[in-house]
């Protein structure tokens, strides 16, 4: 395996299907263009004449959008910016806070990553797309799914409070979870 020496650039974003690992190599001589996802090279391009500009490809098991900005900050100085969904990394991670919930957590030595997306109600649990039941219950809903041979839901009450809106909790045999802050 070649060396990384014009490695300009790592990101970490975290998906629903986990956190992925962004690299960008730019030979400010050559030209050449490298985009590595999880360690595995997505694009390469050797010889670019033009040495700004932007490179698309697509992140994660959900294919979602990502493209790195190339731009001549003064001289032979460059500043490379990650856009997910064309918003700005910090854009993606506030947004994401907002419209998803996520969970840390390990049973038998195993750790597992939950994360919930509130728009569809989506579960993934490290990496896969649960298979989840939705019922109502008294005071909310609550999504049953498994993890391994563990009994797990995700309940959903509202606050009261139309600020705050719906509170999720996840329950993994009979108890709660903290929520985790990525």
């Known amino acids: 395996l070649e060396k990384m020496?014009?490695?300009?650039?790592v990101w970490e974003v975290?998906?629903?299907d986990g956190i992925h690992k962004i690299e960008f190599e730019h030979g400010t001589t050559s030209g050449k263009r490298v985009v590595y996802v999880d360690g595995k090279e997505e694009i390469r391009k050797e010889w670019m004449f033009k040495l700004v500009g932007r490179e698309t490809f697509t992140v994660g098991a959900a294919k979602t959008r990502a493209a790195i900005n190339i731009d001549a900050v003064s001289g032979f100085a460059?500043?490379?910016t990650l856009e997910i969904n064309g918003k700005s990394l910090k854009k993606h991670m506030e947004n994401r806070s907002k419209t998803t919930n996520t969970w840390i957590l390990s049973?038998?030595?195993?750790?597992?990553?939950?994360v919930l997306e509130k728009d569809t109600m989506d579960v993934w649990c490290n990496g896969?797309?649960?298979e989840t039941a939705g019922e109502?219950?008294?005071?909310?809903?609550e999504t049953h799914f498994s993890v391994g041979d563990h009994s797990c839901y995700i309940k959903a009450v509202s606050s009261g409070k139309r600020k705050e809106g719906i509170i999720?909790?996840?329950i993994v045999d009979d108890r709660e979870i903290p929520e985790a802050v990525e």
Do not use: I, N, P, W
């Open 5 to 9: 020496t014009d490695l300009v650039a």
């Open 136 to 141: 109502f219950v008294e005071d909310g809903t």
């Open 168 to 170: 999720h909790t996840l």
């Open 14 to 16: 975290a998906l629903s």
């Open 78 to 80: 460059y500043e490379y």
């Open 128 to 130: 896969q797309k649960m």
């Open 107 to 114: 049973l038998g030595g195993t750790d597992y990553r939950v």
